[in-house]
């Protein structure tokens, strides 16, 4: 059975930063092309905000470009997001998960507050 763990959110004031790290259980990462972070604010879709591919190439939604920085260890079987200038419409909880739906399973996420 495949979990996603993720963590490192917390509260954060306005331009401040935060790293999430999200640990795949289950399933070896290395096989899976395309992996992602996505976030859900309150009352919004789930979003996808940043991806990464088995051989490194990134896209990042509009609205994170050039703050939010993804990457992956394969070895490690993690995901990573560093975010930096972060901004109160960040406030959502974040959440990996493959982009393409080899992973039919999501985590529980954790939880960003970008808050004064």
């Known amino acids: 059975q495949v979990q996603l763990v993720e963590s490192g959110g917390d509260l954060v004031q306005p331009g401040g930063s935060l790293r999430l790290s999200c640990v795949v259980f289950g399933r070896s990462i290395d096989n899976i092309y395309h992996m992602g972070w996505y976030r859900q604010a309150p009352g919004k879709q789930r979003e996808l905000v940043a991806s990464?591919?088995?051989?490194?190439?990134?896209d990042y939604a509009d609205s994170v470009k050039g703050r939010f920085a993804i990457s992956r260890d394969d070895a490690k079987n993690i995901v990573y997001l560093q975010m930096h200038n972060l901004e109160r419409e960040d406030t959502a909880v974040y959440y990996c998960?493959?982009?393409?739906?080899?992973?039919?399973?999501w985590g529980q996420g954790t939880q960003v507050t970008v808050s004064s």
């Open positions: 990464v591919t088995r051989t490194g190439r990134t």
């Open positions: 998960n493959s982009v393409g739906g080899q992973l039919t399973s």
